[in-house]
């Protein structure tokens, strides 16, 4: 169960004890938001793309959607999802668990700049009914991102 990863994974941190299982889903990021008694902008949502013969993750802000051309620009392809079985294949989580912990080798995080305006963000921890409060600097940690990016819209009232 890929929770139980995503447990051992903080284990290393003495961090798994952080990690919040709920009775109900949060599979979707207003069902997170629900469970959590959140704004769901502070869902860090983790998106899967196909690249190539493996795939991108990028975690936004849960109001964020990806700017095709923005994407486009950054990683030089069109965006693509991955297909839910695509998902498992390559990142190791279920759709409505993605996260950038615990995860497959080969599989770049990247973080979306979305999420700077928070100090604390809920991303899933490989089920769809779990997650954990982190800070920006912890999600940079135990994410092993490889960089921050600007690919999404929607969430900044300064877009045009």
């Known amino acids: 169960m890929a929770i139980e990863k995503v447990k051992t994974y903080f284990r290393q941190w003495n961090l798994e004890d952080k990690i919040l299982e709920f009775e109900v889903s949060s599979a979707t990021v207003e069902l997170a938001a ?15 793309f196909k690249r190539d013969d493996n ?6 802000a849960g109001d964020a959607k990806i700017d095709n051309r923005k994407y486009k620009e950054k990683f030089g392809i069109k965006a693509k ?20 912990f615990a995860i497959k080798q080969g599989a770049p995080v990247y973080l979306d700049d979305s999420l700077q305006r928070f100090h604390t963000v809920f991303p899933a921890c490989g089920s769809s009914n779990s997650a954990i ?28």
């Open 133 to 160: 409060e982190l800070t920006i600097p912890e999600l940079e940690k135990y994410s092993n991102y490889i960089e921050w990016v600007d690919v999404c819209k929607g969430w900044n009232e300064n877009e045009q």
């Open 34 to 48: 629900d469970a959590l008694g959140c704004e769901p902008k502070r869902i860090a949502k983790t998106l899967s």
């Open 55 to 60: 795939c991108i993750l990028i975690v936004t």
């Open 81 to 100: 999802m991955l297909a839910p079985d695509e998902v498992i294949e390559f990142v190791g989580h279920a759709v409505g668990g993605v996260c950038p």
